[in-house]
């Protein structure tokens, strides 16, 4: 199911509504590269082909692009790096891409031969055998199986990357796609197993009956057999809505839960259970996420207090209440807590076993990882998992028949570790580990605090060499994301290590407001109107490594992808002599225009809305591409996105560069075709990609010759 913090990694479309363009009319009117926005069209594509010509004769004349790009390849065509692992049906499953593999193949093994040096891998699905009989262009999104059995599963393809995926039913025990079974074509789609021989399938089933943001609004009930257009439809949301799909839930004990979730904004939900062919609406709160079931009781995190009586379970809490009940009266739902932050923790994800559950916390941006389990009452007892200190933790996989989960810990010098506990006993052991893929021996990694304008502490990471000279030498890279309550914690970037690290440069994570690294309260300081305050973090924290010494405007470069995009362009405008390289990835930059293109308006809930006077104000005063000003000497940028981005679009990022060339203000440009919102598809083209952006910060940030 999609979570809040997942909702940018799902399908996206354009749908523009009289009010937004009536809002934004005069911008259009003076916006002379709205042509640009036609994402396929003979012109625009001319000109990314020429731009492209242009800045590939830059980067890969350069001499640091060779050794770069070898390095790049090496890296992501590896073979001993650790497959990620997904538990169906009591064996290990994993999508894998190499050299051999481009568009990736889809294998399994059991859980025991997993754990040996050299598992013996059988092919479940070739990808890219697919593609070539078929004459597509097919990626792995994603497999849904229909519980308890998990036999029966609905594969996820994407064209390209896309957002937007083609869905058919697999029968794993004879490896073969179900002829005659569930086959959903291409479209912005969300299918949930209600019975194994039923789906209910959100989808854009008429054109132009969808969101703002180009996402499904009607659910519909589809038997098996039936041709798609004898579905019927189950429940129906508005225009207004975010999206509205559906989920099922199910534990280890047989229970299951049928739910459709309205997105009435991004942040804000609203759930209803399906019985039969009733929708009965979940009186709780709406800015939460479903998490899933243990033992008959829904699991919940909650972005808001929930007041019960003369109880409040405070915002960025984790609680459950018992299903059967709140069946009987959805109306007076009574939760009990299982986790409450401090005041420097967050709740960063947690997944259902068979009777526990995996609950991932921070604590100061330092990872924490427990073991709960439901006592009567509504009670939870909980034990902490034995990991290292001074890491980051992701749940990768858990299994609800069973207790056990798998485990990913790292952080910038070390190479990623795959656990496998139990989480009945809380034991956990090693059952994969990443060679190290550069010598970090010669680094060493810092925390430290930056203070903001408005007096906030702001903390960040810094990774350097440790007989660094503290003159303002070093050639920094400083990254931040902060925005959609998403937090961006230390890990093992091969990339990063062997192209940067290893040759010198110093790298600074930043953990801004606007994310989730301190719960709500730190997203939410940063939304809308606010949203000052996060450019201002990120600018204090340039500040303070300035001030420190670490390095200096000669030699500090920025970058960030998305929103973090965002607030490359605002910081590029705001602030274009504290930097000397600027990175923007897959970016949004026309906030006046952005919630018509692509699904940007699905995200007027972070951002606001030009239809509010008050906020489109606002919005017109940081939008980077408004902001562009001919007589500033700004650094030269490099500006990228990739043409299959069908989520935050490259109209953003051509418009950009267009206007930077009226003005003559020099610029690099690049768009990827494939690959969706990133750098690419195949392990080759992230290599590429990658190298781009790294030759890009040597020649800008060091004096020193490859």
Known sequence: MYTIKSLLLVAAGAFTTFGQCNAAAESETKDPFLWLEDVHGNRAMQWVADE?????????????FGPLFEDAKQLAEAKDRIPVPQFIGGRVYNLWQDADHPHGIWRQTTLSDYQSDEPNWQVVIDLDALSSAEHANWFGRGVTCEEPEEKRCLIELSDGGEDAETIREFDLPSGTFVKGGFDLPTGKQRAAWEDPDT???????????????????????????????SAVEVFRGKTDDFLVEPVRLDDGLGH??????????FFRFERYLVQGQDMVKLTMPQKSEVIGLVEGRMVVSINEPWQRGAVTLPAGSLVSFDLANAEKDPEHINPGLIYAPGPREALEEASATHGHLLVHTLDNVRGRAASYTPLAGDKWTHKPLPLPDNISVNIVDTDIHSDRAFVRTNEFLTPQQLELFDLTTGVGKTVKS????????????????????????????????????MDGSTPTILEAYGGFQSSITPRYDPALGKLWLERGGAYVLANIRGGGEFGPKWHEAGLKTHRQRIYDDFAAVGADLVSRHFTSV?????????????????EFTQHPEMWSAVDIQVPLLDMLRYEQIAAGSSWV????????????????????????KADVHYPQPLIWTTTKDDRVGPQHAR??????????????????????HGSGATPEEHAHTQALEYTYFWSKLSDAKP
């Open 655 to 676: 418009k950009f560069a267009a206007k930077l060339a009226a003005m003559k203000i020099p610029y690099l440009f690049y768009e990827v075709v494939e690959g969706g």
């Open 554 to 570: 000669a030699h500090l470069g920025i970058r960030g992808g998305s929103n973090g995009g965002l607030l490359m362009g605002v």
């Open 199 to 229: 789906l209910l399938i959100s989808r854009i089933w008429v054109k132009g009956e969808q969101s703002k943001s180009g996402y499904p609004i009607v659910v519909k009930r589809l038997k098996r057999g039936q041709p798609l257009d």
């Open 605 to 628: 809930g972070e951002y606001g809305s030009v239809t509010d006077p008050e906020e489109r104000r606002f919005l017109a005063s940081i939008s980077p591409y408004n902001n562009l």
């Open 256 to 265: 299951h839960a049928v739910l459709i979730e309205r997105g009435v904004e």
């Open 434 to 469: 990443l060679p190290p893929k550069f010598d970090a021996s010669r680094d060493v990694v810092e925390q430290f605090e930056a203070i903001s304008k408005d007096g906030t502490h702001v903390p960040y990471f810094i990774v350097h060499p440790k007989d660094m000279k």
């Open 52 to 64: 492209n010509a242009k800045t590939l004769k830059v980067l890969e004349a350069d001499a640091h």
